[in-house]
């Protein structure tokens, strides 16, 4: 990876023309394997694709396409282009997809077959076709795209609903690669397994970015699926793998042969809370270190993660080189000392250019160049983050400040119990009250009243439980996160 490059185009271009990378495996999917001088064709190829179809340099184009090698190629391509990268989520409706076009001004959408009619619903000045037939396309690389241009637009949605997008420069990518790339000592040896969404901040940049740079194998996998994960593993033999905690729990009912998990050096997780009790379950069953992580969108990817082989379970480790985490009093420039709760805030060169279709509220998300999270913690004298909540999660009775965190972590010791998520239920005398909602695991007898039970001897008496309900399973977000928000509207259904 060069040392000082123009763009995050030019640091690939570079490294994927070295002479040690030319002929190792970049990408293998299904029973196609492709080496770093046969990536490189493709993805310059599909930029001369774009370049020719009339894409322009800083045209926000829109990926929605399955899941494939193809698509992989689709991203590269139009960032060689000089394109920004706007991903879509699969199954996107049209009204939806309509909505985000225009939010942030996309000029150009890439699809397959399986989004044609979608797509050409949509209006727009340009429309490109995956093209099948890659030796027809002229080559290309915009080498006169900089640092500062845009390269990659993720979208989110605010407390409105509406879309909005986060920008994110060629600096912020390699400056997320960076930090990545020092703290797992990632190299040309490793091969990471990938069944991660490639619309997800982490998909992208840890997963195809980071390993791409440095010339590592990307074993590229269909979308998860937990009983298919021992066959990856026997068939690929990774060094790295990634997940979310829902991912890594239900993998804890398939069985992996020693030679599967003989050259993993470590999982890594990140995108949500993980309890202590999964995180352990979690290693014993992988035999290798968990490496918990924490970021957001608006600062890239990744600010925080445990080094591999000095991981602190509980934790979301230590400072990214290169990075800046603090934490504040909320709402104001208050450094707290070590050990204090408080807001924890982002500020360095993966700080996101802003976002695109954003309200005025969204827009005061970073103040004063720090980038004010919402989620709470502190840190130690060794420089270890431990996440205590989120400001908007805090359950407040009667006055106290309760960490559905805390109570969490107990619950999910109890034998019985394979996933669990609290949230604040409105009451009317107390203001809110703390709900369970509890998954029990396969065969698992556990009885609301012996959740109550550990949960009232082992936290104060403020944390407890209103309630305990049952569920098969707890909604998720498309990436797997437990979605709180429709947690929280079970919680009123349930009184």
Known sequence: MSDNPSSFTQACHDAWRSDEQTRSTALVSNDVSLTYAQLQERVSGF?????????????????????????????????????????????????????????????AVVFDEANWDVMHSQELPKRVRIPFGWDRDPAFVDTDVGLDDAALLLFTSGSTGNPKGVLLSHSNLLANAHGVIARTELSAADRLLHVMPIYHTNGLNNQLFSPFLVGATVCFAGRFSAREMPALMARHRPTIVTGVPTMYSRMLDEEFSPDSLGELRFARCGSAPITEELHRRVEEKLRCPLVVSYGLSEATCTSLMNPPDRRKIGTVGTVLPGQIVKI?????????????????????????????????????????????????????????????????????????????????????EIEGVRACCVVGRKDADLGEVPVAFVVRADN???????????????????????????????????????????????????V
């Open 47 to 107: 930029a001369g694709t774009l370049r020719a179809a009339g894409v322009g340099q800083g045209d926000r184009v829109a990926i929605a396409m399955e899941r494939s090698l193809d698509a992989v190629i689709a991203v590269f391509g139009t960032i060689f282009a000089g394109g920004c990268l706007c991903p879509l989520e699969p199954r996107l409706a049209g009204e939806e997809i309509g909505r985000r076009f225009a939010a942030v001004g996309v000029a």
């Open 328 to 412: 504040m009093r909320s709402r104001l420039n208050e450094e707290l000392a070590t050990g204090q709760d408080g807001e924890i805030v982002i500020g360095g060169p993966a700080l996101m250019m802003g976002y695109l279709g954003a309200d005025p509220e969204a827009d005061r998300a970073i103040t004063d160049g720090w980038l004010r999270t919402g989620d709470l913690g502190h840190f130690n004298d060794e420089g270890y983050l431990t996440i205590t909540g989120r400001i908007k999660d805090v359950i407040i009775r009667g006055g106290e400040n309760i960490s559905p965190g805390m109570i969490e972590n107990v619950i999910a």
């Open 444 to 494: 698992g007898v556990i009885t609301e009243q012996e959740v109550l039970q550990a949960v009232a001897e082992r936290l104060p008496r403020a944390c407890r439980l209103a309630s305990v309900i049952f569920l098969d399973a707890l909604p998720e977000t498309a990436i797997g996160k437990v979605d709180r928000k429709q947690v929280v509207a079970l919680s009123e259904r349930t």
